[in-house]
């Protein structure tokens, strides 16, 4: 493998025991896997990085696992002021709109980690399951690379996910019922050698998620906002922001951490649950039901690690309900013209609901992980039933 300098080797998050690079699936420990670096070779300053362009997530290459990746030029996403939103709820807030990313979603940083682990590992067939973001946002990352890509979605994953997966060249199969059904799937009709994209799995993706806490903090002149809400499905995305914050405060870039928000669609809450509950690991989410299909995710693989960087930095979890998420996605549309997804929706009613927990001069990051145009009939079909 092509590896960057830095880049140490994989690590157990149970038990700290190394793993080789090449490694896929969970440890011994039956634990994700984390890619580790040698921070002390790292010589970051604001000058050093703010003397190169901010065009893509691969700025930030010395923290990043391979010298040679594949990539859209996914990352260097705005920050964007939603001042009316932040006024009802009584605080600074914005948006960090990773609905610009080549294929509209945050999961194009990790799947372009994801397909050079491939690369790099002769893989002929990647396959894995996704609610329908991650679906496509693999197929357009393997056509780089010119492998054979499956992605298995539930049958009500939005058809703009299952057509744009045949645009980029993948094989989609849709599993009748919900996510669990696909997560089962890849195993059962793949008969040929395949080389795992699946979150955790792949111990790469949330990886790629970090660099979302490296631009948030470099767009705030090197300043950590007091909050980040995070929209949680399997957790990759809220476990790499914290891992972003954390390397920043140990190469000194930040002085601290900002509190970390978990927000979930009330319909299928494991995470918050678990949190409300006290427990460190979530139970399995038993009648799934919301129409944020994207965070319909009843047994998170990253819930533990999620629940353990909320302690970390002093958290909060929150559960809302489907018609708060979808209003609040178009608010952001009509009055930030930011094209927010059901996702990020539930992201923005979060601070609504934790309002009572924030300070009037209180900055809180919205991280916003789709583009509102992956779910344009479900809000829509909101503003119809609002009489608009």
């Not at 973001?133 to 690379?145: E, K, P, R, T, V």
Request: hydrophobic share 40%; proline share 6%; glycine share 10%.
């Amino acid at each position: 493998m092509q590896l960057a300098d830095a880049f140490s080797g994989l690590v157990c998050t149970e038990t700290g025991t190394d793993y080789d690079a090449s490694t896929t699936g969970l440890s011994e420990a039956d634990a994700p896997l984390d890619p580790q670096y040698d921070l002390d070779s790292v010589d970051w300053d604001a000058e050093t990085l703010g003397s190169r362009r901010f065009d893509t997530m691969w700025r930030y290459r010395e923290l990043l696992p391979f010298s040679d990746p594949v990539t859209a030029n996914e990352g260097a996403t705005p920050l964007v002021a939603a001042d009316e939103l932040g006024d009802e709820a009584g605080v600074t807030l914005l948006i960090k709109d990773e609905g610009r990313n080549p294929t509209g979603t945050f999961l194009d940083r990790g799947f372009s980690l994801a397909l050079t682990a491939a690369r790099e590992s002769d893989a002929e067939v990647v396959a894995h399951a996704s609610p329908g973001n991650g679906a496509q946002s693999a197929a357009s990352y393997a056509g780089l690379i010119d492998v054979r890509s499956y992605g298995f979605v539930p049958s009500r994953s939005p058809f703009p996910n299952k057509a744009m997966v045949n645009v980029h060249g993948g094989q989609m199969k849709v599993v009748g019922g919900r996510y669990p059904n696909a997560l089962a799937a890849v195993d059962d009709k793949l008969a040929a050698d395949w080389y795992t994209l699946q979150e955790f799995d792949n111990p790469f993706r949330h990886d790629g998620a970090k660099t979302i806490a490296y631009e948030i903090a470099e767009q705030l002149d090197w300043s950590a906002p007091d909050w980040v809400v995070t929209p949680v499905a399997t957790g990759e995305l809220l476990v790499g922001v914290h891992k972003g914050f954390r390397d920043l405060v140990a190469l000194g870039l930040l002085d601290s951490m900002p509190r970390l928000v978990a927000a979930q669609p009330a319909g299928c809450a494991p995470v918050s649950t678990a949190w409300e509950s006290g427990s460190d690991e979530p139970e399995p989410w038993n009648q799934p039901d919301t129409i944020v299909g994207e965070l319909e995710i009843p047994d998170p693989e990253g819930g533990a690690l999620a629940l353990a960087a909320l302690e970390e930095t002093d958290g909060l979890a929150a559960a809302v309900n489907d018609d708060d998420a979808l209003e609040s996605a178009v608010k952001a549309a009509q009055t930030a013209g930011v094209e927010v997804g059901t996702a990020g929706g539930v992201g923005l009613a979060a601070v609504w609901d934790l309002a009572a927990e924030f300070d009037s001069d209180d900055t809180v990051v919205v991280v916003n992980t789709e583009s509102g145009t992956k779910n344009a009939d479900i809000l829509r079909s909101h503003l119809m039933g609002q009489g608009v």
